[in-house]
């Protein structure tokens, strides 16, 4: 690496109403190396890296590249200076091709024509060059998770970026995705790209990072050597105190047999284009028990959440919830039947990002008669609800008043928790309740989840994330093309056996496992 930082910010602070993001960051990215950022979710990473981009201007501060003092005032400014953003939620338009969204904006026209066929020969060549395995003629729409991440990546190239911002880039992908990111970050590293690599999860960044910085409220607390920390460090760094990478899953004694909660039958749900999605699915969740569902992701999970929670049509089956057939019903009656709902996008899903924090943390719940007063709302009385949740479930939010979409990620699903789970539920479907979170924020998920499951709920938790089905489930089901292909207990399957399995290369009809629990 250059002894002289490619990138260096100097006392960078940015304030927005009520809060300072960034304050007095100084940060040195030296040219070539792989630099990872990590903290909390509001500790201000997002922030920083929109400053660098151009999206966003310092209120104080500045930005040196290769020696000389820049202003940004907007992206354009930034792409000119080679600086490239990937953003954890892709700008793909989904009919177009790979090349029509590589080239969309930045269409070079030779004689005032645009030349399609130079174009992908262009893309075929940068794709060649850093080993992405790309079709630029291919409709993103066909194209797996990973395969749209490598077309984002080809874009900031195709404009010529020596310094590219990965924004939570594994937070969608299956193990075997990340290990295709990771190869083809080393060969952009090794093309002498410069990558800040912005992640919660610590033992993908000790694996590809040179460099670490955390931040924490805000500040730099530290850059360290990627070959000197340890995940317990950086996550102490990050939180300010130890977090707990295992919670003890005890076992549930139950008076008598396990009641069945949920019960899935024969349930097939169609998805695009009226194909079946889901078919022929069925299991029941019972009393006290995690359920996890594993796959990669696409393979129906999101179609049988929703058929469950009335927010698709069910074709075939039956949706039972303590003998109670709910099949289709809407889901606002569903959620009253008593099935809590995590959804796994937040921010379309489980929240209405321009309301207040307070009417959020009270949708499906503002019908209720103990807050009204005749035909008015009794605002003292929610807002003195609003604020005990806020403290039962640590969202940390300076005004309840202030729009939920203010709150990092980690604050929006606890809001989430706190307004499902207070509602005495039988039963929760948690659908990828932990992405994007901070290894704080998650620690607290996970210890919600596990306090509900010995408090007698069933829980439904499906999740891309292997290693969190495996820490929280009492039985795993694993589904690929949409069908149940092997049912087993954590610890009986080696990892290997499992990815085989959500690869599909591995399939079988399995029993019943596990019987009554201890």
Known sequence: MAETPLLTLTGITKRFPGVVANRDINLAIQRGE???????????????????AGLYQPDE?????????????????????GIGMVHQHFMLIPRFTVAENIVLGEEHARGGIFSPREAEARI???????????????????????????????KVLYRGASIIILDEPTAVLVPHEVEELFANLQSLRQAGKTIIFISHKLDEVLEIADRITVLRAGRVIGTVPASQATKEQLAEMMVGRPVLFHLEKPPVKLGGPPIGVLEVRDLTVLGAHRREAVSGVSFVVRQCEILGVAGV????????????????????????????????????????????????????????????????????????????????????????RVRSLIRTYDVRTPDINGRVETLSGGNQQKLILAK?????????????????????????????LLAARAEGLAILLVSADLEEVLALSDRVIVMYRGQIVTEFVPGTLPATTIGEYMLGIRRDTPAPVGGEKA
């Open 420 to 448: 499902e789970m207070s509602s005495s539920p039988t039963a929760i479907v948690a659908s990828q309740p932990t992405r994007g979170l901070d290894v704080g924020a998650t620690e607290f998920v996970w210890q919600r």
């Open 34 to 52: 792989i630099h990872a950022i990590v903290g909390e979710n509001g500790a201000g990473k997002s922030t920083l890296m929109r400053i660098i």
């Open 297 to 384: 992701e696409g393979n129906g999970q999101t179609e049988l959440v929703e058929g469950i929670m009335g927010l698709r049509p069910v074709a075939r089956g039956k949706v039972i919830l303590l003998g109670r057939d709910i099949t289709g019903r809407p889901p606002s009656t569903i959620r009253n039947s008593g099935v809590a709902f995590i959804p796994e996008d937040r921010q379309r899903q489980g929240l209405v990002l321009p309301m207040s924090v307070w009417e959020n943390a009270m949708l499906g719940y503002h019908r209720a008669t103990e807050y009204r007063r005749g035909v008015f709302y009794d605002l003292g009385r929610i807002k003195d």
């Open 124 to 154: 075929r060549e940068l794709a060649a060059q850093y080993q992405f395995e790309l079709d630029p003629t291919e409709l993103v729409e066909n194209l797996s998770v990973g395969a749209q991440q490598r077309v984002e990546l080809l």
């Open 61 to 81: 501060g500045q930005i040196i590249l290769d020696g000389r003092r820049i202003q940004m005032r907007g992206p354009r400014d930034a792409a000119r200076l």
